[in-house]
């Protein structure tokens, strides 16, 4: 199977996967969705246009959430090659010291970048790339779906909490405005994810390449305004969903996704994860206020054949790593202009297991991007490779990480409702 070819829902050697058919998935995230005050319905193809031209920023981050979904494994992507129990606990897996074959690409005398993450150095040398290890939600559930709507609802070990939005909506829900409030975020995938449940302003959009009015785009105008008149006089809430689903079509209308040009010799991978960040570079530079913006990339469930120098890992890893680095490229003259994290709900376990692969575990990496992010280096608190029952013990709070960026460059003012039941510190990523 190649990495063009994977599996939607995970390596079905996970039984959690192997077990939820993708009907039980999907009434789920239904079930999940029916709190939310997302998009109607009837929500229209975006049809876009011309670009609209950059201008000085709006003062406030465009923050980009990014979940890799099925627990990536830190161990793997960035190595502590130095721990003398690293090659101990993973004989066939562990990736290679700096100087051998197919060996990691140093990072700091201690952490190694793997070969298949060698285009994130650019942003690394760069001092925009931060990468904190050991790190993740100290929730000990490791079931996926548990973990990653936990995760992005911000309760970790609340299972009995009534909390049902997203963490990113809260802050939204919490924080006046760029403009007009029309669009503040968008989601990258079918459905609004668990991290924008109860978001205003947000839209799913599963294909950038492929939203507009449906039909004949000679009577797209005729056709909005039938749309415009018919829900002119619906009751509230639809009438109010209506008008700011058609503004929200209004501000897409200036931007050509499809023609847009990367800058600085980006090239984004030609799948959907990299055309979904292409897609948000493009909005940032319209300056249409985007507040958040979120993306997936999944397949990170490796119980077998994990490959991390040449295998499925690796593949992930370059695309994943290759986005990243078009990305940055592309907004070289607008660092100021985002911050980027990415995260996932678990790591995985130190041993390798008897499939050459690895199982669910708990600390993990959370990469953050960004011209005002502290980065070329690696945030640990080193917990090393034994003890932890096997795992590699959480040593920095995912929602430190966070709510530094959220204060700092969000304009945030309300952490007690964002993450409620928890008091940040921050680590110092910002500057």
């Given at each position: 199977m190649t990495h063009d070819q994977k599996r939607p829902f995970g390596d079905p050697s996970c039984d959690e996967y192997a077990e939820l058919s993708r009907r039980q998935f999907l009434g789920r995230t239904s079930q999940a969705l029916a709190v939310t005050a997302s998009s109607p319905a009837w929500l229209p193809r975006i049809a876009l246009g011309k670009p609209a031209a950059a201008g000085a920023g709006p003062g406030r981050d465009t923050f980009i959430s990014i979940f890799l979904r099925g627990g990536q494994d830190g161990l793997t992507a960035v190595p502590p090659y130095a721990d003398p129990d690293y090659a101990v606990q993973r004989p066939t897996l562990a990736v290679p010291p700096p100087g051998a074959p197919g060996g990691a690409l140093d990072l700091d005398g201690f952490f190694g970048l793997a070969p298949a993450a060698a285009p994130l150095m650019t942003p690394y040398a760069g001092g925009h790339l931060l990468i904190a290890h050991a790190a993740g939600s100290p929730d000990p559930n490791l079931s996926h779906f548990t973990s990653q709507v936990r995760m992005e609802f911000a309760t970790p070990n609340m299972p009995a909490s009534p909390t049902t939005t997203g963490w990113l909506a809260r802050h939204l829900s919490t924080t006046p405005p760029l403009g007009a409030g029309d669009l503040r975020g968008v989601a990258f995938s079918s459905t609004i994810p668990a991290t924008f449940f109860g978001a205003p302003g947000t839209l799913p959009v599963a294909d950038p390449a492929d939203i507009g009015f449906a039909g004949d785009p000679a009577t797209g105008a005729?056709?909005?305004g039938v749309l415009a008149s018919m829900y002119s006089m619906a009751d509230e809430p639809l009438g109010s969903a209506a008008a700011s689903t058609l503004a929200t079509i209004d501000i897409l209308q200036a931007i050509d996704i499809a023609g847009y040009v990367p800058e600085n010799g980006a090239v984004y991978p030609a799948t959907p994860f990299g055309q979904s960040l292409r897609a948000i570079a493009a909005m940032i530079k319209?300056?249409?206020?985007?507040?958040?913006?979120h993306a997936d990339l999944g397949d990170w469930d490796h119980h077998s054949a994990q490959g991390p120098v040449n295998g499925i890992m690796a593949q992930l890893l370059d695309e994943f790593s290759r986005t990243l680095e078009a990305f940055y490229l592309d907004m070289s003259s607008y660092l100021d202009r985002f911050t980027l994290a990415a995260m996932t709900e678990f790591g995985r376990r130190i041993a390798e297991n008897g499939s050459q692969g690895t199982d669910h575990g708990h600390g993990g990496l959370i990469w953050v991007l960004g011209g005002h992010v502290d980065g070329g280096r690696v945030l640990a608190n080193w917990p090393g490779l034994v003890g932890g029952n096997g795992n590699l013990d959480v040593t920095t709070d995912y929602r430190d990480l966070l709510?530094?960026?959220?204060?700092?460059?969000?304009?945030?003012?309300?952490?007690?409702?964002?993450?409620?039941?928890?008091?940040?510190?921050?680590?110092?990523?910002?500057v």
């Open positions: 005729e056709r909005r319209a300056d249409i206020d985007l507040e958040a913006a709510a530094e960026i959220l204060v700092e460059r969000m304009q945030s003012t309300d952490l007690a409702t964002v993450f409620p039941g928890y008091t940040p510190t921050f680590p110092g990523i910002i």
